[in-house]
């Protein structure tokens, strides 16, 4: 029930308790203000639109994505998302609706657990420096976690690549199956953010668990099996949905449901919708946990979480023929994992004591990717190991 209330009252805004006599709990950061509200429904109506422009002008008909067409998409939303940097950069304060030094402190004191960045940050004599600090913190926190969501989705890539062989969905279909399955990520993530904000606003020890998590997560990223398989009738959400639905035997051109001798059907291309919400579910549980190290503001951790959702698709397409050459990426997400996770445990009495910055994390992030790719372009599979890693593919 708890759970329930956080869930509802993050939406609601910050006078609905006292105008309609509700009790509801003392968790002032999940009540939205006015403009948090307004800024965070044009953030959701832009998305839609840019959605229907791409399945509304350029998707009218089941097609194969071209390279082009992929590199286009992905070239968009990289452009997308560094614009809304620069936008948050100069005007990240009207998110809150901050207007004088009093609730600039307010939200600073809420969002920063450390004293010493809350210092870096506000000066009581200085509101315009005080601002312009906030502002260049809250940009380039949603940089550097746009950049670890963007970094961890490569993982997802895998995964759906593998899904989407084993369960023999054509290739024209793939992007109508990652579309619904992105909208279904995008609220599941609003609901895992906001609840996991809310968790580390009241238990911030919690920060620990996530941090381990993390390095568990790691860890076993550098043992799984490059060769792992998915066997589709073994697959848990294929058992729940044979059990508890009628599932029609064969894809039925681009349907997720068809209607037989009177009853409804479930298609297999509507279980491997479920699927990759499944899986979004599973990777959302590392890669939420991971932005929180960067900052603990739900709203840049929901932006920079769904410019790096809407890339992913794109990417998809971009990166799935060529996957195979960037054999080291994989062990340098794990490494990145990792990372994330030791800067989550040791933040407060290890890294802060230092001044460990949040740009250092940032630059940390690029290193390892670029190490990472560098060294799979210098260091090829073998002609014979890399066939083999497209004939799965």
């Given at each position: 029930?708890?759970?329930?209330?956080?869930?509802?009252?993050?939406?609601?805004?910050?006078?609905?308790?006292?105008?309609?006599?509700?009790?509801?709990?003392?968790?002032?950061?999940?009540?939205?203000?006015?403009?948090?509200?307004?800024?965070?429904?044009?953030?959701?109506?832009?998305?839609?639109?840019?959605?229907?422009?791409?399945?509304?002008?350029?998707?009218?008909?089941?097609?194969?994505?071209?390279?082009?067409?992929?590199?286009?998409?992905?070239?968009?939303?990289?452009?997308?998302?560094?614009?809304?940097?620069?936008?948050?950069?100069?005007?990240?304060?009207?998110?809150?609706?901050?207007?004088?030094?009093?609730?600039?402190?307010?939200?600073?004191?809420?969002?920063?657990?450390?004293?010493?960045?809350?210092?870096?940050?506000?000066?009581?004599?200085?509101?315009?420096?005080?601002?312009?600090?906030?502002?260049?913190?809250?940009?380039?926190?949603?940089?550097?976690?746009?950049?670890?969501?963007?970094?961890?989705?490569?993982?997802?890539?895998?995964?759906?690549?593998?899904?989407?062989?084993?369960?023999?969905?054509?290739?024209?279909?793939?992007k109508k199956v990652l579309m619904w399955g992105i909208l279904g990520a995008v609220v599941m993530r609003f609901v895992f953010i906001f609840?996991?904000?809310?968790?580390?606003?009241?238990?911030?020890?919690?920060?620990?668990?996530?941090?381990?998590?993390?390095?568990?997560?790691?860890?076993?990223?550098?043992?799984?099996?490059?060769?792992?398989?998915?066997?589709?009738?073994?697959?848990?959400?294929?058992?729940?949905?044979?059990?508890?639905?009628?599932?029609?035997?064969?894809?039925?051109?681009?349907?997720?449901?068809?209607?037989?001798?009177?009853?409804?059907?479930?298609?297999?291309?509507?279980?491997?919708?479920?699927?990759?919400?499944?899986?979004?579910?599973?990777?959302?549980?590392?890669?939420?946990?991971?932005?929180?190290?960067?900052?603990?503001?739900?709203?840049?951790?929901?932006?920079?979480?769904?410019?790096?959702?809407?890339?992913?698709?794109?990417?998809?397409?971009?990166?799935?023929?060529?996957m195979h050459f960037f054999h080291y990426l994989k062990t340098g997400l794990a490494i990145l994992l990792i990372f994330i996770g030791v800067?989550?445990?040791?933040?407060?009495?290890?890294?802060?004591?230092?001044?460990?910055?949040?740009?250092?994390?940032?630059?940390?992030?690029?290193?390892?990717?670029?190490?990472?790719?560098?060294?799979?372009?210098?260091?090829?599979?073998?002609?014979?190991?890399?066939?083999?890693?497209?004939?799965?593919?």
């Amino acid at each position: 029930m708890y759970v329930c209330t956080l869930i509802v009252v993050c939406i609601l805004p910050h006078n609905f308790g006292t105008k309609f006599a509700i009790p509801l709990p003392d968790l002032p950061l999940f009540f939205m203000n006015y403009n948090e509200l307004l800024f965070f429904t044009c953030f959701l109506s832009f998305i839609a639109l840019m959605l229907v422009i791409d399945l509304g002008v350029f998707s009218r008909s089941s097609h194969k994505v071209s390279f082009r067409e992929a590199s286009a998409w992905s070239i968009i939303w990289i452009a997308l998302a560094l614009g809304f940097y620069f936008v948050i950069r100069n005007y990240g304060d009207q998110i809150h609706g901050i207007e004088n030094y009093k609730e600039l402190e307010k939200k600073v004191n809420l969002y920063e657990s450390s004293k010493e960045d809350r210092a870096k940050v506000l000066n009581p004599n200085d509101y315009e420096g005080s601002l312009d600090r906030y502002r260049a913190k809250m940009g380039l926190e949603f940089l550097t976690g746009w950049l670890l969501e963007y970094s961890l989705s490569v993982d997802n890539i895998f995964v759906i690549i593998l899904l989407f062989a084993s369960f023999k969905v054509r290739e024209k279909y793939y992007k109508k199956v990652l579309m619904w399955g992105i909208l279904g990520a995008v609220v599941m993530r609003f609901v895992f953010i906001f609840l996991g904000a809310a968790l580390l606003h009241e238990f911030h020890w919690i920060i620990y668990i996530f941090g381990a998590l993390l390095i568990y997560s790691g860890i076993k990223m550098f043992k799984d099996d490059e060769d792992e398989k998915v066997e589709p009738e073994k697959h848990p959400v294929v058992k729940f949905v044979s059990r508890y639905f009628r599932v029609f035997p064969r894809y039925v051109k681009s349907y997720f449901f068809v209607r037989k001798t009177g009853r409804l059907f479930a298609t297999p291309l509507f279980v491997v919708v479920l699927i990759i919400e499944f899986t979004d579910l599973i990777f959302a549980v590392d890669s939420i946990p991971a932005i929180f190290a960067v900052t603990e503001d739900p709203y840049i951790v929901f932006f920079s979480n769904i410019f790096a959702i809407m890339g992913l698709r794109s990417m998809f397409f971009f990166l799935s023929n060529v996957m195979h050459f960037f054999h080291y990426l994989k062990t340098g997400l794990a490494i990145l994992l990792i990372f994330i996770g030791v800067k989550m445990i040791g933040h407060e009495y290890v890294l802060e004591p230092i001044g460990f910055k949040t740009e250092y994390s940032l630059y940390i992030i690029l290193a390892i990717l670029v190490t990472s790719v560098t060294a799979s372009l210098l260091f090829p599979k073998k002609e014979h190991e890399a066939g083999e890693e497209v004939g799965k593919h």
